[in-house]
């Protein structure tokens, strides 16, 4: 039968307006969570993380909140800007486990 | 730091060659993780090495994989023969401590093509 590719969920936005990615983990395990940004072309990069004992943290421009009860994680994205663009993943880990990463999401923004 | 280095950037080969991929990892870094990206299946861990040692290779999707890790600067993942199903972009990544922080730090990544 016919493959079907992976379909990546996609968040389009305009310049300037924040943006919100959700993540669904599975393991209700795990302690430590990464968000990671992979622009075309290059490799995933660290954009901020969060530890279990924690249900918000926030970096430059970006807060990282998780929901332990739902298992939920979302990035939010301030001031969204073009540069932005890109997939982000999720990733989730615990104990001695190595990070597990989600499916990604496809954040376009349109100036 | 240069980063995590991998090469080639790109390698299109022809069904049942020997591919060979490369990586030097963060000078420091204990671990080194090797990962595969499709569209189909996503990002996928391979396999890790810590200390130059395999600790987890249960992703390695079959024999025709292998990957070694003779000394702390340089990782080799070799597919022999290569088949038009191993086309993906294949990523090498490093961290300090996998068990703690976890922070992986990624190449840029090697697009294989096999025809």
């Known amino acids: 039968g016919e493959s079907v590719g992976l379909h990546l969920p996609t968040l389009s936005v305009q310049e300037g307006d924040n943006s919100i990615i959700n993540c669904a983990y599975s393991n209700s395990a795990s302690d430590y969570f990464i968000w990671y940004k992979q622009e075309s072309g290059k490799g995933p990069q660290f954009i901020i993380d969060?530890?279990?004992?924690?249900d918000k943290r926030q970096g430059q421009r970006v807060t990282v909140l998780l929901n332990k009860t739902v298992k939920h994680l979302s990035l939010q994205i301030a001031a969204t800007q073009p540069g932005d663009s890109a997939v982000y993943f999720c990733a989730e880990k615990g104990g001695y486990s190595t990070l597990t990463f989600g499916k990604g999401t496809m954040l376009l923004v349109s100036p | 730091d240069a980063g995590v280095i991998q090469s080639p950037r790109h390698e299109v080969t022809e069904m049942g060659q020997e591919v060979t991929l490369r990586c030097k990892p963060i000078s420091g870094h204990d671990y080194l993780f090797w990962y595969r990206q499709t569209m189909m299946r996503g990002l996928e861990l391979l396999i890790y090495?810590?200390?130059?040692?395999?600790?987890?290779d249960s992703g390695m999707p079959e024999d025709r994989f292998s990957a070694k890790m003779p000394n702390a600067s340089f990782s080799t993942l070799k597919i022999q023969p290569s088949e038009p199903r191993d086309s993906a972009v294949y990523f090498c990544?490093?961290?300090?401590?996998?068990?703690?922080?976890?922070?992986?730090?990624f190449g840029p990544g090697t697009r294989l093509t096999v025809l």
């Open positions: 990544a490093s961290s300090l401590d996998a068990q703690g922080a976890g922070e992986q730090f």
């Open positions: 969060i530890r279990s004992n924690m």
């Open positions: 090495f810590n200390n130059n040692v395999p600790i987890d």
